[in-house]
């Protein structure tokens, strides 16, 4: 899908699944600096957490939105220019685990014209595999900058 010629209420298509590693807990901790034991410390979680397993970081989850987004969008970079422009609301509602898999659904929520290019509104929500609650629910905002 061509995301300038995306319209208000239009259903994105859903991303493909997504595993979220250890791997990848460790390198957002280190990328970040947030090295609480819930996130690294396996053994420690499997005694005391209550999820008996380590979680990502809620912010992981936000920060791989415009990779995703990017699987289902195109951006003719000739004569555009996508920014994040920043995140009206995020609600972290379901903790994800180790190992599971994610997926991201998107609907364009609002477009208002601003002087610089096109601000769009993006509703998010991030789905675990097998859980009936979503990870993350969220508005995200992307400025379109182009011809």
Not at 57 to 75: D, V
Not at 91 to 116: C, G, H, S
Request: hydrophobic fraction near 40%; glycine fraction near 6%; include cysteine.
């Amino acid at each position: 899908m061509e995301f300038s010629q995306l319209n208000v209420g239009d259903d994105l298509p859903e991303t493909a699944w997504f595993k979220i590693t250890q791997k990848k807990i460790k390198e957002f901790a280190v990328a970040t600096g947030d090295h609480q034991w819930i996130h690294l410390d396996q053994e420690r979680c499997a005694k005391e957490s209550p999820f008996r397993t380590t979680i990502a970081h809620g912010f992981l989850s936000a920060s791989l939105m415009p990779m995703m987004f990017e699987q289902i969008i195109t951006i003719d970079s000739t004569r555009n220019t996508m920014l994040n422009y920043g995140i009206d609301n995020l609600r972290f509602l379901e903790p994800i685990r180790v190992n599971d898999y994610i997926k991201y659904q998107f609907t364009i929520a609002d477009i208002e014209q601003k002087p610089t290019g096109r601000l769009f509104k993006v509703a998010a929500q991030v789905d675990i595999k097998g859980r009936d609650k979503p990870a993350l629910i969220g508005t995200f905002l992307t400025l379109l900058i182009g011809k």
